[in-house]
Every structure is written in C-alpha cells, then in structure tokens.
C-alpha cells in the first residue's frame, strides 16, 4: 500500500495521508517528480514503460513518478531513479528546473504538483539493479532524437515541455 502527502495550491502539507489508489479530494495535490537526466555528450537518459503499465504501455519517458509520504520532491526523484533504472544519483547534483501545479490531466484524475529535476550523470545503466519491473530498456538520445519519438507518439505526451526548456 502506498502512502501519499498531499497539499494545497501553495504546496503546504495539509495533513491528510493518502493511499494511492483512492480518490484525492479536489482541493488537494499530490507530489510528483519527473528526472532528466544528461551525460557529458549531451545526451538524454530515457526510458521504455513496460508493457503492463496502466497508463501508455510501451511509450519512452523520462524517469519519474510519485513522491511517498514523508519525502521531499528530491528524495522523491532519488528514489524514483534508483527504483526504475538502478542509478544511485546524489542528491548534492540535483537542480530543480521548474515546478508548476496541475489540474487534472488527460491520463489523472487529480491535481498535481509537478517538479522536473535534471542530474548529470555518466555512468553505466543496471537494469539489473532496478527493484521495479516498470522500465524494460533504457538509451541515450540527444534532444533532436526525443523530438522524433514525439512527432511518431511514441513519448509520453505530458513529458513534451523538454522541448522547449532545451530548444
């Protein structure tokens, strides 16, 4: 059973756990975080959703998810990134590149507060060490090669602001 923080719109706790799953009150937000991560030949870590994912089964992403009860958004990304790709990245690295609220959006039926990270990171992919069968394969694109993924709708629609933070 996974337990959620939620919040207001002003991203203060408002002390109500909630179980995944459930239906979040609509005066309410959940955390979520998405990582970007880039190698020194500026190229963009993504991943393919496994096929028994709920929601776009198949489709690339960048890694992410939902922050659980008690973490902070990086934490939260941390996880997210050790969990689904096996990389253990230091929180030290970790720059927020924004954070907006969302309402509902076509696949959620919540409100959500969403931060983009974005790591460096130049070291080897294990699978293997993923304790999450959510990811089944990983590779390196340049931004150029991200786009394409979109115009064929093979990336996860709600991932597409990359493209315009790094035109």
Do not use: C
């Amino acid at each position: 059973m996974e337990k959620w923080d939620l919040y207001n719109e002003k991203r203060e706790l408002i002390g109500t756990d909630h179980i995944r799953g459930n239906k979040i009150p609509d005066n309410a937000y959940h955390l979520v975080v998405h990582v970007w991560i880039k190698n020194k030949n500026e190229k963009f870590l993504i991943s393919q959703r496994a096929e028994n994912r709920a929601t776009f089964p198949l489709m690339w992403e960048s890694v992410g998810g939902s922050v659980l009860k008690g973490e902070t958004s990086l934490q939260g990304a941390i996880r997210e990134v050790r969990e689904e790709v096996g990389i253990n990245l230091k929180e030290s690295e970790g720059n927020i590149i924004f954070s907006k609220l969302r309402r509902p959006v076509e696949y959620d039926d919540f409100n959500s507060i969403l931060d983009v990270w974005f790591f460096k990171y130049d070291g080897d992919i294990l699978l293997s060490k993923a304790t999450t069968d959510e990811v089944i394969t990983t590779k390196w694109l340049t931004l150029k090669e991200i786009k394409k993924l979109f115009n064929q709708k093979l990336f996860v629609p709600s991932q597409s602001y990359i493209l315009d933070l790094y035109p």
